[in-house]
């Protein structure tokens, strides 16, 4: 037992951050918002503890598997992402994947939110943004700065409300 505990280390004391997404959640996906395209759409995300709890696990759907059938997008996504917390880096080790697509990203509590920043991106600051959360809903947010972080644009965002 002790060189499984030096091999993998001891499991943390802190909370699992994302301990409070963990279930099914319905979505209405928002982009260009205030804009003359501005557009909702409703999904659904599923979060699942894996690997013994270390890790957390989901999956993105928009739209929802019910909603494609009645109002399909053209840009359609539905992913997955694996979170695992990194003891050395006191952060949790991220990648997102959907067709054709894969986003490395490191996350960290920020006070009352959850910060992932996007390690993948190459055009200036990228970051996802949990806030709001409680055991029945919360909001997330796709942001991108140009300017090292003296202005962002909100890219996209969800409000989520746990399914009953």
């Known amino acids: 037992m002790e060189f499984y505990k030096a091999l993998i280390g001891e499991k943390s004391n802190k909370k699992n951050i994302f301990s409070d997404l963990i279930g099914e959640w319905d979505i209405e996906w928002v982009d260009g918002k205030g804009t003359e395209n501005e557009r909702h759409v409703i999904g659904e ?41 990194n003891p ?49 809903k919360f909001h997330w947010e796709n942001k991108t700065s140009l300017d090292n972080g003296k202005t962002w644009i909100t890219n996209g965002e969800v409000f989520a409300k746990k399914r009953k």
């Open 45 to 85: 995300w599923i979060f699942s503890e894996i690997l013994n709890g270390d890790g957390v696990q989901d999956i993105f759907i928009c739209p929802s598997r019910k909603e494609r059938i009645y109002n399909p997008q053209p840009d359609a996504e539905y992913g997955t992402t694996i979170r695992v917390y």
């Open 88 to 136: 050395k880096k006191q952060k949790w080790d991220i990648c997102y994947t959907c067709l054709g697509k894969m986003v490395y990203l490191e996350a960290e509590k920020v006070e009352d939110r959850i910060v992932l920043t996007n390690l993948s991106n190459d055009k200036g600051m990228n970051l996802w943004v949990f806030d709001n959360i409680s055991t029945s």
